[in-house]
């Protein structure tokens, strides 16, 4: 609001019957009788309360037009203090303050009086009328120096712990932390760039490249990663699940996080825990993401019925509305179970072999498209092929040709022209990857290039003869059969990995995520070696064609496997 | 898997705090943090304390004004967040209803 001149005020001179203008107060003699002026103003100038106290010189000014604005110290002052107060006749262009007031359209005089040096200077007139206003006038002042004014320590501290400030801290860094790590600045000037762009192109076309690492100093230090998945509603989500942090005893056992792609901040959106080691995530969260707890909403109990040996693996199956949760522990029992009521599984089955040995399981897949037969590899380097239902349930054949335990299996699941679902790789401790199909119980092929255990292997989702694989060493291996069956088309040794546990491709078939045995979730940017191209198929089929010549007679057919 | 005996577990919320303050003060570009309240008087800061209360006030008053400008357009609206950008660097501000969190990042450090 401006300073009112008199002019402007026109539209309030009804209201009362001086007349209102805008008077000022100078401090000629003149006719105290002016002195009544003081209550009229309606919008306010709420000139003093205490107009008639003091037996002041001061007058209205009867002819407003001339801006003469005198100290007013003695008016202005007597609220606050009796200190030395000088009348100075000053003609003086008031100073234009923009303030938001409620009723006045005076600016506050509050602003002023403290840039006032005491009781000198020559004040717009402005201010008297409004000194009043904040009756108690240390706190006016003082609120208005909110700045120089500091919070004691303590009441710092009190505010650091308070509920309110913790909620509202914790959603604003979030919020911050995305922001800032939102590169791509919006001036930048592409025609200065053009050589750089094809570069950036060309290194992403061939390998594996780099994207991301996520790695939470708080929880994740420490701890294994046992499991990885993606979201298969919000691509960019990815679960990583941990067991337990050998050095904090205190923190819980089993803790899952899930990582936002999309947005380059570095700490999970999410932090879930858990009692127990969690050994595996399936596509389906077990903690209800809506409810902000942080702790699983449903839990399978430890019972007789369900498992009671460590679960290792879990799956889901079936369609987006008619889906089971199928969940294998290492003492050889498969539950199958329904999502809405986890406190007792739908069915459940002992594994066993030929009657009697139980499978210790430490991997499971389910071919795609295929919701009753599955295969699983177990702790003692075989694979078993099984079926949930029908008159083979149970354990249907075993695959031989594992030395180690079988850590990783994959099923075949890029859908194109040829059907490949026959097809599975398993990983091992022998330091092996080995193609298997259904149909036959010996190995495929066996891909020989690590030296170290294989944890976990894993095809593409849209390549037919792409697939992942990770070892103890830290290397993460691209093999390409189309390309070549003996070396890795790409390999990378991840640094400052120890042993890499999980390997995931995302549900796009363009990134990997890669969980290490420190509790770090390596993504990597696979580019165009991801692609497939709809002669891959054929080209599948036919290198399969070759393998199978090439395995040579050493190893005999075995009985053809009847897809259970 | 074998557990050693424990480190006592830090208190969680003052930890979080400072700990959370000091990791993007870490981050890329970053010049300062400071979180002020309600009235604009800064409860925790990473910068020095003239600036601080620089930049305290007069942020608080462009809060303000961009918080009542957004009300008035709409009045059941209201402001989420803020950024200023300028030739030599971003002001964040994410306000809310006693406090706001800024943020002074030089983007292309």
Excluded at chain 1, 101 to 106: P, Y
Aim: proline content about 5%.
């Amino acid at each position: 609001m401006y300073l009112k001149r008199p002019t402007a005020v026109q539209p309030l001179q009804l209201l009362t019957w001086d007349t209102c203008y805008f008077h000022y107060l100078v401090p000629t003699p003149m006719s105290p009788s002016s002195q009544s002026v003081s209550t009229t103003s309606d919008a306010g100038s709420q000139e003093s309360v205490d107009g008639g106290t003091v037996g002041r010189t001061l007058q209205w000014d009867t002819d407003p037009s001339a801006l003469q604005l005198q100290a007013d110290s003695e008016l202005g002052r007597r609220m606050h203090r009796l200190g030395a107060s000088k009348i100075v006749q000053i003609d003086f262009v008031p100073k234009e303050l923009v303030t938001y007031t409620k009723e006045t359209q005076t600016p506050s005089a509050a602003h002023q009086s403290e840039e006032e040096e005491e009781d000198e200077e020559s004040s717009e007139l402005k201010a008297s009328p409004q000194t009043d206003q904040p009756e108690e006038e240390g706190e006016a002042e003082d609120s208005k120096e909110a700045h120089p004014r500091e919070l004691t320590e303590e009441e710092r501290e009190q505010i650091l712990h308070s509920e309110d400030f913790l909620v509202f801290f914790e959603r604003s860094v979030s919020v911050v932390e995305r922001a800032l790590a939102e590169e791509g600045d919006i001036f930048f000037d592409y025609s200065g760039r053009d050589l750089e762009d094809k570069e950036g192109d060309m290194q992403g076309g061939s390998n594996l490249s780099f994207n991301r690492v996520f790695h939470d100093d708080h929880w994740s230090k420490h701890r294994v990663v046992t499991c990885l998945d993606w979201s298969p509603q919000y691509p960019e989500l990815m679960v990583a699940s941990y067991n337990s942090n050998e050095d904090a005893p205190h923190e819980p056992d089993g803790i899952a996080l899930v990582w936002n792609m999309k947005f380059k901040k570095t700490t999970p959106e999410y932090t879930f825990h858990c009692q127990s080691s969690v050994m595996s995530v399936g596509q389906i969260v077990l903690w209800d993401n809506r409810s902000h707890r942080r702790t699983p909403v449903q839990r399978t109990p430890l019972s007789a019925a369900a498992h009671t040996h460590p679960v290792y693996c879990v799956n889901v199956v079936g369609t987006q509305n008619a889906n089971n949760l199928i969940t294998v522990s290492t003492d050889g029992k498969m539950c199958s179970w329904s999502l809405d009521m986890l406190s007792q599984p739908q069915e459940s089955m002992e594994l066993v072999y030929n009657k009697s040995k139980p499978v210790a399981v430490t991997g499971m897949a389910f071919p795609a498209g295929d919701v009753n037969n599955y295969v699983v590899g177990s702790e003692e380097g075989m694979v078993y092929s099984a079926s949930r239902h029908g008159s083979k349930a149970g354990i249907a054949e075993m695959f031989e040709g594992h030395q180690g335990p079988v850590t990783g299996i994959s099923c075949h699941n890029a859908v194109g022209t040829v059907d490949f679902s026959h097809l599975f790789i398993t990983s091992s401790f022998d330091w092996t990857v080995k193609l298997w199909s259904i149909k036959h119980n010996k190995p495929l092929y066996s891909f020989e290039d690590n030296a170290d255990y294989v944890y976990d292997v894993s095809w593409s989702p849209v390549h037919p003869a792409l697939f992942a694989s990770v070892d103890g060493m830290g290397r993460l291996d691209l093999w390409n059969l189309n390309n070549d069956t003996e070396v890795p088309t790409a390999s990378v040794t991840i640094e400052g990995a120890c042993a890499l546990n999980r390997v995931r491709w995302a549900s796009g078939g363009r990134e990997v995520a890669v969980g290490d045995s420190e509790g770090r979730v390596w993504i990597y940017d696979v580019g165009e070696l991801a692609v497939p191209h709809p002669e891959d198929w054929s080209h599948f089929a036919r290198t399969l064609v070759e393998i199978r010549a090439n395995r040579g007679d050493g190893e005999e057919e075995g009985a053809v496997e009847l897809p259970a | 898997i074998a557990t050693f005996l424990g480190r006592k577990l830090q208190p969680r919320p003052q930890n979080e705090v400072e700990e959370t303050l000091k990791r993007i003060q870490g981050q890329k570009g970053v010049q300062g943090i400071i979180i002020v309240n309600a009235e604009g008087i800064p409860i925790k800061t990473t910068l020095d304390n003239s600036s601080t209360v620089q930049y305290a006030g007069l942020i608080h008053q462009l809060v303000m004004k961009a918080r009542s400008t957004v009300r008035d357009i709409d009045p059941q609206n209201d402001l989420t967040f803020l950024r200023v950008r300028s030739k030599k660097n971003e002001i964040m501000i994410a306000p809310d209803k006693d406090y706001f969190l800024i943020v002074i990042q030089n983007p292309s450090d």
